[in-house]
């Protein structure tokens, strides 16, 4: 900071994407991280995931089906959504990702449907919650391979164009030269992926705590934070030694606001305590789990909220503080409280237990 | 100093200019520099630009509040802004001095704010102008992130984005911009840039050894010209941040 230079007036520009932008990118990353956790067991049935990938499509779908909701709502104009359809602007990412995302959730409904089915039509036999319902959704309860992994290709299109998109959308960003890294979208997939391991950890330890899913799930989630750890690195070495103008500019931009050094430390803190712990103590289930999530939330706000803290041609940073209504903290609990919803109501037709238990048939096969 | 600055002592009669143009009389020295009548206005060949002499802006924030009211610009955002910074001098006896900086749209001819509209609802116009269609845009913000400048804000009345338009309402009237029409210390300059007989065009020439854009390395092309900027202010300010920022009310 140049102490000869001392703005006495200028404008404070408010944060523009609302946390309701945050909630959004966090469930949609956790949704298409589920999503390919989902693939060994339901797909390729490798012994010892069907437990695990049932449970990731039980969250790829929760959490893929509250996003968009977040996303309209940050949206100034939520009534005007169909606009993206009727004007579509190549040059936008943002344009491009309306697209994608009915591609997606089309292709995990279908998909998500056609490995559910049996157990859909189990629940209708067992004549528990909503049995009726569950009935009818079965449509027959029959299982068919080639439909399933037809669906899991569109699905598959879809979360990696999502998963592009959500990314570029951020990273072209100019103006806000902490955004404007390439390696930005693939810091975003990491932790999205490394969260919907924690996810699951969690749905896997409050149903059937299966040990051996749990060490599995850990070892995994290690990798992811090794992976994020190494990126990161990667990002500060780019920036430091200046070999990437765009790296440097980002690290310029945030790196003598002391706010920013505690959340870089708090970030790499995280990383290396749940890498530790999920790769020492794998039984840690619940803390890894809760961890990861943490992360990948954490990251998100921080780059986001944070990002939108730096003013583009004023001195120093503007600073936050959440609002109490709809564009602010409602907006994050409003998404919470949306997700739970869904939660409840899949798992009363699709109960946690049985999709974590019901694994050997798969498995076996 | 030299003949550039010369030559915009010399602009000095455009504040007069600005008075006889709300009479109706026709002005011929700044004819160029006024909006001419709305008729030629709609050829689409003009390119509307500012040129900002730093060095006759007083501060006074007389465009700031002419804007607010022009525009019906909600308690706490702004359209435009003088900003303004106190800066340590080393060659007075004053401790320090006073630096301003009036801000609004660049109105570029590269922006970065159009091709990010997933609707297509920023445009540009054929005289160079850069709108917003209100009736499209959803609101989404990505125009905001992507201007360079800060010179974009979601308008919580409208729940649309908004930003200084050149006061096209006026100037397709033909008149001048409101921030113009009230510059105290005859700063603010508005013109077409493509008539290069006129005042404005001519202005710009002799001003162009010194005249400077915000942020040029990033090629946006800005149609606000500035005479006097310093160096220190083209980019993000280097310095201590602002001891009073408006904010604008949660949701009224
Ligand atoms: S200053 Fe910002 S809002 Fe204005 S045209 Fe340039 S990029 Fe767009
Ligand atoms: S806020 Fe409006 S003008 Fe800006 S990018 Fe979104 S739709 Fe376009």
Known sequence: ????????????????????????????????????????????????????????????????????????????????????????????????????????????????????????????????????????????????????????????????????????????????????????????FVTAFAGAVGLVLLFNRYSVRDEAANRRLAGVLAATQAVALAVGALWLALGVSGISPVHARALAEVGPSANWQLSALWAVAATVLTLVLAWKRPGSGLLIGLLALHSAWMMRWSIFIGGQEVPKTGAGYYTYSLPLGPEGLMGIVGTAGLWVFLFVLITTLLPLDRLAAGADDNAAA | MNKASQNLQGAAPVSVARRNFLRGVPVVTAAAVLAPAPAIASTGKQQWAMLIDVRKCIGCQACTVSCIQENAVPEGSFRTVVSTYSVKLTDSTQPAGTYVLPRLCNHCDNPPCIPVCPV????????????????????????????????????????????????????????????????????????????????????????????????????TAPRVFYIGLDERFTGKVEGQGTLWKPRSLPHA
């Open chain 2, 120 to 219: 297509s609802a920023t445009y540009k116009r054929e005289d160079g102008i850069v709108a917003v269609d209100g009736d499209r845009c959803v609101g989404c913000a990505y125009c905001v992130q992507a201007c360079p400048y800060d010179a974009r804000f979601i308008n919580h009345d409208t729940g649309k984005a908004d930003k200084c338009t050149f006061c096209a309402h006026r100037v397709d009237a033909g008149l001048l911009p409101a921030c113009v029409e009230t510059c105290v210390g005859g700063a603010r300059i508005f013109g077409d840039i493509n008539n290069s007989e006129g005042e404005f065009a001519r202005l710009l020439k002799d001003a162009q050894p010194q005249l400077k854009v915000l942020k040029p390395e990033l090629e």
């Open chain 1, 1 to 188: 900071m140049n102490p000869n230079i001392v703005e006495t007036i200028n404008v404070a520009r408010e944060v523009a994407w609302l946390p309701w932008a945050v909630q959004y990118l966090f469930l949609i990353g956790l949704s298409y991280g589920a999503w390919l956790l989902s693939l060994p067991g339901v797909v390729f049935r490798r012994p010892g995931w069907a437990g695990i990938s049932r449970l990731a499509l039980l969250g790829a779908l929760v959490c893929g089906l509250a996003a968009p909701v977040a996303l309209l709502a940050d949206l100034h104009q939520p009534g005007r959504f169909w606009h993206f359809y009727a004007y579509f602007t190549p040059t936008s990412w943002m344009s491009w990702g309306a697209f994608f995302i009915p591609v997606y959730l089309g292709g995990l409904l279908i998909y998500a449907w056609l490995a559910f089915r049996p157990e859909l039509a189990r629940h209708a036999q067992s004549g528990g919650k909503l049995a009726g319902m569950a009935g009818v959704l079965a449509y027959g309860g029959h299982e068919s391979r080639g439909a399933l992994k037809a669906a899991a290709l569109l699905a598959f299109i879809g979360a990696a164009l999502v998963a592009l998109y959500t990314g570029a959308e951020v990273a072209v960003v100019q103006a806000r030269p902490l955004w404007n890294t390439p390696l930005l979208p693939l810091q975003f």
